[in-house]
């Protein structure tokens, strides 16, 4: 399929994405104006604490949000096809295209794979739903492509776990099967939602191995979800990091972790214990992330930040100042560096 | 280090669970959460104890506290110039001891009574005890608030009103309002958002140093582990598989298993790609923990002497212990680039 689309190609384009909650103590701001883009074949990671609204820009684009959420007007999400494109933020949820993008051309993988399964079907019944729903395939047809699928993820005696009951296997394995069912119908993009946190680091290592693997073998793009630098660091080609429903900083993966630009990637780089280096006293980001409900106005870090700049950070909201290629730092700081 | 007394010895420490898997609850197994576990914690340090799920690392903490009931083995606690069984205290006894050891909980939203006011989650352990009453209780819970950084404000609020690095607070105030000379931390951060965590990191280092604390530090996380401890010991299916000073540790493991479990630690450094080493299969069942080495199903450097015999925890050079037959002969893999110990 898409044989024309190169690795590279721009697949998905986020523009001033934004959503609201409905909530009884007021209207939640989640996602404030964020915008990036996901190449084919490539990796970009969303990093960020409780709060910074990754999950949620992830459920806008599979339209998977619930009903008391609401997506801005200004909002603009594209995917592009090898024959055209179509706008996500246009389509309705339960629409026949949507369905036809969620879990065919774009699929998603979640945390904790024993939630996201039903105990009462087998793991087979359930990784096949996606090929079934989205290919026309014969059952028997949709198992014995399954179990290769099980198998090509590594899950040992396939046939058999296809099967077992969710509960019957491992935490890994779950999330092996999971990533099976999500991959059998060569989605152009992959959305994992903080896919290893739940698991031990042996674990979690593998994980990200096969999704390496299966990134290069399926030319597929990702968008990696965590809230773990080290984990991006080792997965991402280009990162995006949110704080409180904005993109603070975002760029090539090296640059932004090698070379960060804003005070908030700055601090979070400095607060994080690392094994080669423990003589340093870590240092600490002053203050508590503030409740959703009580949003900082301006940049939303500047509570927190040390290079507050008064009467500018709390009033008005920084644009993404480009700082090199490709690096953009939405902080004030930056924003002499546009004219040159 | 070297030259100051044991705090803390744990001698063969063993807690088995019965399984009931069938209707009428009669036992269909034993697992062997923690199998034979002997170590000693020094005066002021930090002893890390790393495993991954079901390696029995929180359970050992909790038989420590008799917060668990041991199967066997014998805890023993330097108190008063004195040495305490603390596995054969009982009732009152056991009770009057408690306030020496102490535990820090993973999660600070459900670890705090929601009813109380902080004031009084803090004050509980000292008068359930009994060891202070009236305006002194005040007075200790107001001046391990402040130690803690609390706000004494809020001191007459629910913890429902708090974020988690402080509800932690919170939780390691009640824990040291009593004085104790020992704390278990069990994943005191892995619960909270990275921008915090430095902050629970810091303060748990400054409590040791200003009051002499000593702790055991559960935790998965090996870089939350490698920053605060002075030692680590690794655990695998209910045993001990290594123990050394940390720095050591982490540059030259003894054992595979150690090798393994570093070698999959993601670093913030695209440039420095996780090479993990492979794993065979997956954890096995506690319930029927293999013969021998208990790691052997998953070693790369396997023998047939594995299989059969038990290796015993050897050590290899000052302090550096590891169970494995072939600690002496394997040239094992550590953590890329970490300089030896000053």
Known sequence: MELSAKSGDKLLEVTDLGVSFRTDEGLIRAVDGISFTVHRGRTLGIVGESGSGKSVTALSIMRLLPDTAEINAESVITLYRSDGLVTITELRPNSREMRRIRGGEIAMIFQEPMSSFSPVYTVGNQVSEPILVHRGISKQGAERFIIEMLDRVGIPGAAQRFREYPFQLSGGMRQRAMTAGAISTHPALLIADEPTTALDVTIQAQILELLRELQREFQMAIIFITHNLAVIAQVAHEIVVMYLGCIMERGPVREVLRNPQHPYTRSLLAAIPRIKDTSDRLRAIKGEIPSPLERPGGCPFHTRCQQMIPGRCAEHKPDAYPVGPDHFSSCFLHEEVRSD | ?342
């Open chain 2, 1 to 342: 280090m070297t030259d100051v007394p044991d705090l803390l010895t744990v001698s063969d420490l063993k807690v088995y669970f019965p399984m009931r898997r069938d209707l009428f609850g009669s036992t269909q197994g034993i697992v062997r959460a923690v199998d034979g576990v002997s170590f000693a914690v020094r005066k002021g340090e930090t002893l890390g104890l790393v495993g991954e799920s079901g390696s029995g690392k929180t359970t050992t903490g909790l038989a420590i506290l008799r917060a668990l009931e041991p199967t066997s083995g014998r805890v023993t606690f330097r108190v008063n110039e004195q040495t305490v069984d603390v596995t054969a205290l009982r009732g009152k006894e056991l009770r009057q001891f408690r306030r020496h050891m102490q535990m820090i909980f993973q999660d600070p939203y459900s670890s705090l009574n929601p009813r109380m006011t902080v004031r009084d989650i803090i004050a509980e352990p000292l008068v359930a005890s009994g060891l202070a009453k009236g305006s002194e209780v005040d007075e200790r819970v107001r001046e391990t608030a402040s130690r803690c950084r609390l706000d004494l404000e809020y001191l007459r609020r629910f913890p429902h009103a708090f974020s988690g690095g402080q509800r932690q607070r919170i939780g390691i105030a009640r824990a040291l309002v009593s004085n104790p000379e020992f704390v278990v931390c069990d994943e005191p951060v892995t619960a909270l958002d990275v921008s915090i965590q430095a902050e629970i990191l810091n303060l748990l280092m400054d409590l040791q140093r200003d009051l002499g604390l000593t702790y055991l530090l559960i935790a998965h996380d090996l870089s939350v582990v490698a920053y605060i401890s002075h030692r680590v010991a690794v655990m695998y299916l209910g045993q001990l598989m290594e123990i050394a000073p940390t720095r050591e540790l982490f540059r030259a493991p003894r054992h595979p298993y150690t090798e393994a479990l570093m070698s999959a630690v993601p670093e913030v450094d695209p440039d420095l790609p996780l090479k993990p080493v492979q794993l065979r299969g997956e954890i096995p069942d506690p319930a029927d923990p293999p013969s021998g080495c208990r790691f052997h199903t998953r070693c790369r450097y396997v023998q047939d002497v594995c299989r059969s015999e038990v290796p015993a925890l050897k050590e290899l050079s000052t302090g550096h212990m590891a169970a494995c037959h072939f600690a002496e002969e394997l040239e094992l893999r550590g953590v890329r680039g970490l300089p030896p110990a000053p």
